[in-house]
């Protein structure tokens, strides 16, 4: 089994910054890629951030240029550095991650428990 726990979700100002980190641990035999999903009240989950294991990143256009995804892969974590917050970023973020518990077994997707940002004055 494995477990992504998330941390680092508070309330800000706006034009703040905040750092979510994410986890994972248990049995596997790899993770690929890692990411992170959001969700404000009465919205649909939307994607906000992705890293492949390589280190190769995709952004929602909504939170480019002021959102960065980077992982560690010896410490199985990764991050979203989250700057010039908006109202709109409140929500509550979820990081996921793509595992292979076993060589040559299937690729299953986890999920944290989710996090919530705030951004409100």
């Known amino acids: 089994q494995v477990q992504l726990v998330e941390s680092g979700g508070d309330l800000v100002q706006p034009g703040g910054s905040l750092r979510l980190s994410c986890a994972a641990s248990g049995s596997f035999f790899s993770i690929y890629t890692m990411g992170w999903y959001r969700q404000a009240p009465g919205k649909q989950r939307e994607l906000v951030a992705t890293?492949?294991?390589?280190?190769?990143?995709n952004y929602a256009g909504s939170v480019k240029d002021r959102f960065t995804t980077s992982r560690d892969n010896a410490k199985n974590t990764v991050y979203l550095q989250m700057n010039s917050l908006k109202p709109e970023d409140t929500a509550v973020y979820y990081c996921?991650?793509?595992?292979?518990?076993?060589?040559?077994?299937?690729?299953?997707?986890?999920w944290g428990q989710g996090t919530q940002v705030t951004v409100s004055s």
């Open positions: 996921y991650a793509n595992v292979r518990l076993v060589i040559g077994g299937p690729v299953y997707n986890y």
């Open positions: 890293i492949t294991s390589g280190g190769n990143t």
